[in-house]
């Protein structure tokens, strides 16, 4: 063999080790072996990556111990799981070094207070007044036998505007606004309103027209101050006394823009009846608000994740009062779960589904994971996820990861999930440990 063949066999070679150090299982973990962890205070955490090499650890035992270890640098044996207990808030780092000589890893690790919240599931009535006035439509006024005009569209006045003050004035009441237009059109003045617009606050001034056929002073706009309908509580955190419910944005029906809540309030409500979701036609659970149930709590802000705000007891029927964990975005996992929600009446129920797919996300998004109804009971009574379930929370392993939140048009036993931690966020109990956690 010539010394050009021995150096193509040599390469060939080569070749297949490295292939095969790729596909091994060592080097799988390897790969794997996370750059971050965040842990809940007090919650245990196993890493197991099978990796068959000893190595040099480095940490702050006062922030979090490994193997029961007290010792700032011990030896670990990477073929064995780790065990992390984190004992306090904080940030420190796990640092790895083969055969305690060769760096191998730095594992930036944050430690949040801990936390535990009720899982809700009942069906809830939501009452939203928003901050403003809603425009939702312009009309046109009859001034004459041949004209017509829309002096708020003619203002550049939008849909999906909100007017928050008028003259100065602060308003939000609907039935408020025909007064002040009628006195403005009798001494022939326009009005100042202060708009909200894309989060900014714009001006604009508009003349009221009489309209000959209603005899009456109109400003051109369709205008709504409030909204309301059945969703379901997601969780309730009794330590401080907040809720979280629904899992999307409450909007308003007919501009598709989001309600932002001046007041709200959550009230107990009963399952009727349920119209079953087809493909093509997701369906809905009709319910009513009960006359003698008592006012839940408030609403104090409407996101992308739902509504938010005070509660002062857990509503009745609850599936079940103990606390439980809740999971970061990255526990969840592909595999089987479980919701809660009312098919009938005020009895919460428990479900099973299967996580689909779960999607990355290190920042605040929606659709973190694709949901399958996979419990014949719920199909046979509502054909799949309908609307009011949504805010349905969704449990895993014993932790609360989720919240129902959309149907699959097409495919109703299907949606979209978000993570719990978003939830949380926006109601104020879950930390953001990258920002809110000073290293030690």
């Known amino acids: 063999m010539n010394s050009s063949s021995r150096k193509r066999w040599f390469g060939l070679v080569l070749a297949l080790v490295v292939c095969m150090i ?84 730095t594992v930036k690790v944050s430690v949040v207070p ?89 001006e604009k001034r508009i003349k009221p027209a009489y309209d000959i056929e209603d005899q009456a002073w109109r400003l051109g706009l369709y205008i709504r101050d409030s909204a309301a309908g059945v969703g379901t509580l997601t969780f309730y955190a009794p330590d401080q006394r907040v809720y979280g419910a629904l899992g999307h944005v409450i909007t308003d029906m007919d501009t598709q823009s989001p309600i932002e809540v001046g007041d709200g309030q959550i009230v107990q409500s009963n399952v009727t009846s349920i119209n079953k979701s087809q493909n093509g036609e997701p369906g809905e659970k009709r319910a009513h608000f009960l006359k003698a149930g008592k006012i839940l709590g408030n609403v104090v802000s409407n996101t992308q994740f739902g509504i938010f705000g005070k509660m002062s007891e857990l509503p009745s029927h609850s599936y079940d009062m103990k606390p439980v964990p809740v999971a970061f975005a990255e526990e969840v996992q592909e595999g089987p779960a479980e919701i809660l929600t009312v098919i009938g009446g005020q009895k919460v129920e428990r479900f099973k589904i299967e996580i689909m797919h779960v999607t990355k996300q290190t920042t605040p998004a929606t659709k973190g994971m694709v949901i399958r109804i996979t419990d014949p009971k719920l199909i046979e009574h509502t054909g799949g996820i309908v609307q009011g379930m949504s805010g349905s929370p969704i449990l895993q392993n014993g932790k609360l990861v989720g919240a129902v939140t959309h149907v699959f048009v097409n495919d109703p036993t299907s949606g979209y999930g978000c993570f719990i931690e978003w939830m949380l966020q926006d109601a104020g109990v879950l930390l953001k440990p990258e920002k809110n956690l000073k290293a030690s």
């Open 22 to 105: 790729g596909i091994s299982s060592p080097f799988q973990h390897f790969a794997a072996f996370p750059n971050e962890l965040r842990l809940f205070s007090g919650q245990l955490k196993r890493l197991n990556y099978v990796m068959p090499v000893h190595a040099q650890l480095t940490v702050n035992p006062q922030v979090l111990s490994v193997n029961g270890s007290t010792d700032r640098s011990m030896q670990v044996d990477l073929s064995r799981p780790l065990s992390l207990e984190p004992h306090q808030s904080g940030q420190t780092q796990l640092k790895l070094k083969l055969f305690g000589r060769i760096p191998f890893k």
């Open 114 to 202: 801990d936390l535990k919240v009720i899982p809700g599931g009942q069906t809830i009535g939501v009452k939203v007044k928003s901050a403003g006035i809603m425009v939702v439509g312009h009309h046109q006024v009859t001034t004459g036998k041949e004209s017509k005009l829309s002096p708020g569209e003619q203002a550049g006045i939008k849909l999906g505007d909100l007017i928050v003050r008028v003259n100065g004035v602060y308003l939000n009441e609907v039935a408020k606004v025909a007064t002040i237009v009628e006195k403005s059109g009798k001494i022939k003045q326009s009005l100042k309103l202060s708009i909200k617009r894309n989060g900014q606050l714009i």
